[in-house]
């Protein structure tokens, strides 16, 4: 009796089974195997049919993993898709290019989208919304606020990992920088910051949200210079998604306010969610 031999009549053959699909790194075949057995022999559905069961349930599953897992590395603060968007009011939103844009072409194309529009007219939702599907359709993304980012690279670069942390940023393949014009940058920010646009030019798809017309961004990155360069990269193939509507937050608030006028009971929203200087 060989060595496997003698295992295999010591050991029962679910443990065995169970330790090979763990290598094999398969655990929907070892969670359902005998449950899909079971319903098989009941179907009469001979072996290759029960493996086809197995296989499609361990592919479903696997996909699904997968874009857990996209969705955890991206860091989003939320996670908000265009199922909860009501574009109705946001009329000044380009929904057919929305659309567009959710089907990823863009993507694969290393273009970049520029979502611009005052504060609280969905820029955020909307760049959380194209991230989500990026990430379904098998995209790699990292969201990240032009503050924080800036932030990031500065302590790379104390820290002497500023040259690996470039490259995670020059890999992934949709980078989401929200909030780029409530902050002034230093010099030395805006140089850092540019420098990840640069690197990303047509090796990755860039996605910027803004409140600030291009002609003001002068004013956050400092330099002319720079600020004309940096443009002149992220708009070179680009896809422009002006939001200038009111405010979602705004509106809603007005619109409790309003019913309560109205004597209804309903309590209008904490007022200043409406307020537009409250940054986002
Ligand atoms: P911005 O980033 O432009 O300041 P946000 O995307 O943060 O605005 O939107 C503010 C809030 O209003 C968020 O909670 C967002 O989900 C919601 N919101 C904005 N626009 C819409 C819309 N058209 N439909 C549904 N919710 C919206
Ligand atoms: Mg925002």
Redesign the pocket.
């Known amino acids: 009796m060989t060595m496997s031999e003698e295992i295999s009549t010591v050991v029962a053959p679910q443990v065995l089974l169970g330790n090979h699909l763990k290598a094999l790194k398969l655990p929907t075949f070892a969670r359902e195997y005998e449950k899909v057995a079971m319903e098989s022999a009941q179907d009469r559905a001979d072996y290759p049919r029960y493996l086809l069961r197995l296989c499609e349930l361990e592919r479903i599953d696997r996909e699904r993993r997968n874009i857990e897992r996209r969705i955890r590395l991206a860091r989003f603060p939320q996670t908000?898709s265009f199922d909860?968007?009501?574009?109705g009011?946001?009329p000044s939103l380009n929904k057919a290019l929305v659309l567009e844009l959710m089907r990823c072409e863009w993507i694969d194309r290393r273009q970049n989208c520029l979502a611009l529009?005052p504060?609280?007219?969905?820029?955020?939702?909307?760049a959380l919304g194209l991230g989500l599907a990026a990430c379904q359709k098998g995209y790699s993304v990292a969201f990240t606020t032009a503050a924080a980012l800036v932030h990031e690279l500065m302590e790379a670069r104390d820290e002497r990992r500023l040259r690996a942390l470039q490259k995670h940023l020059s890999m992934v393949k949709l980078l989401i920088v929200d909030e780029l014009g409530y902050v002034p940058f230093t010099a030395v920010g805006s140089e850092l910051l540019f420098e990840v646009f640069s690197q990303r030019y047509e090796r990755g798809a860039t996605l910027v949200?803004s409140n600030l017309p291009f002609d003001e961004w002068t004013s956050i990155f400092g330099s002319e210079r720079l600020t004309g360069a940096l443009l002149d990269r992220l708009t070179h193939h680009v896809h422009i998604l002006e939001?200038n509507g009111e405010s979602?937050?705004l509106a809603t608030s007005k619109k409790a306010q309003r019913r309560s006028a109205h004597g209804q009971s309903q309590t209008p929203k904490t007022s200043n969610e409406g307020d537009p200087s409250t940054k986002?």
């Open positions: 908000k909860t968007f009501d574009f009011a946001q529009g504060s609280g007219t969905g820029k955020t939702h909307t949200t939001m979602y937050r986002t």
